[in-house]
C-alpha cells in the first residue's frame, strides 16, 4: 500500500513511502437490513448460501468499479487518463459495531492503478463520483440473485430495497444504531446528508470483540421472542413454491428513467446507471440486463423524435449528455448576455 514492491525493494510509484501519499479508499458495501436479519436466523449452511449471494454482488461491483470508475494519469500534470486495472481487497464482516447483525464488506481500493503494463497511482475524483451508482449497483445485483436463485422476492423503498416477509419489528430490534442517528438528528433539527455523516462519526462507540457463536445465540433468541427466528427463515429459504419472479419492465424501467433524464440539464453515464439499478430490484433486473437498457438509453437518445436528449460534451475529461433544449436555451442566454458580437457560443459537436 506504501508505493513499493511486495518485497519493498522497488519503488512502483513516484511517491512511494511519503507521508503525504494516500494509500487507498474504503468502499462498503452493506446488505439491506432484512437480508442481515434473515442471515443471524438461518442455520450455519444457509447462512453461507446468503453470504456468497452478497460476495457476487460485491464481486460484480468491483468489476463495475475497474470497467467505468478505475483511471490513472500520465504525462506532465496529468495529462494523459488511462483505464486502469485495480487492485482491491476484500474484508467480509457480519456484525454492526452495536454488535446487531449487519452483512457488510469493506473493498479497500489500494492506491494501484495498472494501464498498459505501467503502475500510477488512481485517479481518485472518478471513484468519487462513482460512490453512489456503487452502491445501487451492489443492491440491484444482491437483489437479482436473491430473486432469481432462491426465489425471495423484494420490494423497492426509495433508493433501497428490503426481502419481503421478514419482520419489520426484528429489523428494528436490530438497528439501534440507526435510531441513536435518527434520534440525535431530530433532537438537533439536522436532516442533511452531510448533518448524517457528522452524527454518524460523533456517536460511534468503540468496537467490542465478542465471539460470533455468542451474537449468534443472542440474535435467535431475540428472533424466537419476535416470532421469526430458525424455523421461519428456513421455511422462507426453502420454500416448495418460491415465488416465480419472471424479468420485466424492460420497457418500463427505459421508459421512466427516459422521463426523469429529459427534465435534466446534463448528466453522466454513471447517473444512468444509476437511475437504472434503483429501478431493478423487484422486477428480476440484472447487472447484465441494467447494462442493456442503458445502451437501448443512450441509443434513443441519437435517434430524431424519439427524445429530446441528447447531446455529447466533454467536461475536464469526463463524458456528459446534455438536454438540447437545455442546451439550445443555455447558447441563447449567453448569446443575450454577450457585448462582443464575435464572442463564440455553443459545444462543439
Not at 220 to 234: N, S
Not at 311 to 325: F, M, S, W
Amino acid at each position: 500500500m506504501a508505493g513499493f514492491s511486495p518485497d519493498g525493494s522497488q519503488a512502483l510509484v513516484k511517491n512511494a513511502g511519503s507521508i503525504r501519499r494516500t494509500l487507498g479508499w474504503d468502499f462498503t458495501a452493506s446488505a439491506p437490513k432484512s437480508f442481515s436479519t434473515l442471515w443471524s436466523q438461518a442455520d450455519k449452511t444457509d447462512r453461507l448460501i446468503l453470504q456468497n449471494i452478497h460476495k457476487h454482488a460485491v464481486e460484480e461491483t468491483i468489476d463495475y468499479m475497474e470497467q467505468n470508475a478505475a483511471y490513472t494519469r500520465t504525462g506532465k500534470g496529468g495529462k494523459y487518463l488511462h483505464s486502469a486495472s485495480l487492485v482491491v481487497a476484500v474484508f467480509d464482516h457480519y456484525s454492526s459495531r452495536s454488535l446487531e447483525p449487519h452483512v457488510h464488506s469493506h473493498c479497500l481500493v489500494m492506491n494501484i492503478g495498472i494501464a498498459e503494463n505501467k503502475i500510477n497511482a488512481v485517479h481518485s475524483p472518478i471513484l468519487y463520483a462513482h460512490k453512489m451508482t456503487l452502491g445501487a449497483v451492489y443492491r440491484a445485483s444482491l437483489a437479482w440473485h436473491l430473486e432469481h436463485e432462491l426465489g425471495i422476492p423484494v420490494e423497492r423503498r426509495g433508493d433501497f430495497f428490503e426481502i419481503q416477509g421478514v419482520p419489520m419489528t426484528l429489523q428494528k430490534s436490530f438497528s439501534s444504531r440507526r435510531e441513536v442517528i435518527h434520534d440525535t438528528m431530530e433532537n438537533q433539527g439536522w436532516h442533511s446528508a452531510k448533518a448524517a455523516a457528522k452524527v454518524t462519526l460523533s456517536t460511534r462507540s468503540a468496537k467490542h470483540e465478542v465471539s460470533p457463536e455468542i451474537l449468534l445465540a443472542q440474535w435467535r433468541m431475540t428472533g424466537q421472542a419476535l416470532g421469526f427466528g430458525y424455523v421461519e427463515a428456513t421455511r422462507m429459504l426453502h420454500n416448495e413454491h418460491p415465488v416465480q419472479i419472471q424479468p420485466q419492465g424492460h420497457d418500463e424501467v427505459l421508459t421512466r428513467v427516459m422521463e426523469r433524464f429529459v427534465r435534466l440539464h446534463d448528466f453522466q453515464e454513471k447517473d444512468i446507471i444509476r437511475a437504472i439499478a434503483i429501478e431493478a430490484p423487484g422486477r428480476r433486473l440484472s447487472v447484465s440486463d441494467i447494462k442493456a437498457i442503458r445502451d437501448e438509453f443512450l441509443r434513443n437518445c441519437q435517434v430524431s423524435g424519439v427524445s429530446n436528449l441528447c447531446q455529447t460534451r466533454y467536461v475536464l475529461d469526463e463524458q456528459r449528455y446534455v438536454n438540447r433544449p437545455a442546451l439550445k436555451q443555455e447558447e441563447y442566454s449567453i448569446a443575450l448576455s454577450a457585448d462582443d458580437e464575435d464572442l463564440e457560443v455553443g459545444w462543439e459537436y
